[in-house]
DNA sequence: CCGTTTTCGTTGAAAATTCAACATAAAATA
DNA sequence: TATTTTATGTTGAATTTTCAACGAAAACGG
């Protein structure tokens, strides 16, 4: 467990609180590690899961695909983020998205009880470590208002815009995206042909420039 | 500040906290009241706010509106729930959306910092606020787990009918839903009219009846 | 109780999306 | 490196949505 501790203090859930006390906590706290293949389901639609999973290394999504076929990311979980703990927390008997591993995945799996009731051990950071998840969710709830102030649009182009926009105001005018075309689309919920002859025009009239996931707005 | 203590018995904030014990705690955390009466403005977007709200009675909605006029209804917001929890948390500089008064409301606010950070003159149930706001921030995920489920399909005949058996899961086949036809569409995000054109054609195909904002599932 | 305002359902035309199919470019793999 | 697979861009037809306009019904207010 002992070199995942260097990961760990780049994750904002940890924030606050020294090696030592971490390295004592996770013990405390039951952490477990898996890995993952590229494409594995490293949770799936259906299932019940009390587990926080924090990604160390690799990205993976978190999607829904209904019965035409149709998928819809929700969001992307790069290293050092959180997923299901909003499922966890609230003891979520089935959990309505998959969380699927774009490439190899380590990830770290905590009993989310274990995180909200302080154990008998008394460790120290243990109200730390709740005010991080509290935060966390809080961006959670954030970044999908984000995405709704996207999707909320009525067409491709201002769907895209949206987003762009909202990617700009975190980098700056020149920034990269974690979707390929297909991707974006199931994220922006619109057709992926559609999508792409957007780029296109946005491109011709000179709106952006774009090479694979890197955009710049002009 | 005594005749709103009933009232708080019933919300999910203060779950598991004695009436002496939230008397007490109320004054502590420093909790206001205000009034607002129909239409008006709770909290209006742009506006930095780290108070978290309390609707004691009446009804709001949160709501974006673009620069085309387009309103996006993100939730409602009834007796007993809490508002503005996450962008106080995550300590928002421009609030992203507004909130407004659907009727006259009475609103309680605290100032999350105070609910965060333990204070000197050691609130014993605290720590239970602390958690019951966990699983509010928890549920507030899900809540836009579902919107995003049911705007992400891709016809108003999916949208609607993904919202309605999203209700029927949680209230049984026969429901009552919190908007009228405009604030359906604005939630769902679809055109008004071609909403209507729906309800109509699913209540000729018999799969729904309905009057007003009152649905069953056949 | 009546007049006014708001909500709701309906319609047809214009605009946009989706869908299917294909060509090309880029990346992965043997 | 050659081959295969995947990703991307392009197009036109079919479907769907949006928009604007209208009448009827319901809710509201005096």
Excluded: W
């Excluded at 594995?40 to 587990?51: N, T, V």
């Excluded at 920034?175 to 999508?195: C, T």
Aim: aromatic fraction near 8%; include cysteine.
């Amino acid at each position: 467990m002992e070199k995942y501790i260097k990961i760990l203090e780049n994750c904002p859930l940890f924030e606050g609180i020294d090696d030592d006390s971490l390295s004592r906590m996770l013990v405390c706290l039951g952490a477990k590690i898996k890995t993952y293949g590229k494409k594995a389901m490293i949770m799936s639609e259906g299932m019940a899961s009390g587990e926080v999973g924090i990604m160390l290394s690799g990205r993976a999504q978190i999607t829904q695909t209904d019965y035409y076929g149709n998928r819809n990311i929700f969001s992307k979980v790069g290293p050092y983020e959180v997923f299901n703990e909003a499922f966890a927390c609230a003891q979520t008997k089935s959990l309505p998205v998959s969380i699927v591993a774009d490439e190899p995945c380590c990830v770290m799996f905590i009993d989310c009880d274990h995180i909200l009731h302080t154990c008998s051990n008394n460790c120290g950071f243990h109200q730390q470590l709740i005010y991080n998840l509290m935060k966390d969710l809080a961006m959670k709830t954030i970044r999908f208002h984000e995405k709704i102030e996207a999707t909320s649009k009525r067409t491709t182009r201002e769907k895209l815009l949206a987003y762009l926009n909202i990617c700009a105001k975190k980098q700056g005018n020149t920034f990269s995206i974690p979707f390929d075309r297909q991707e974006l689309a199931d994220y922006l919920e619109v057709d992926r042909s559609g999508l792409s002859a957007e780029i296109s025009k946005l491109r011709k009239e000179g709106v952006l420039t774009c090479r694979k996931n890197q955009f710049s707005l002009l």
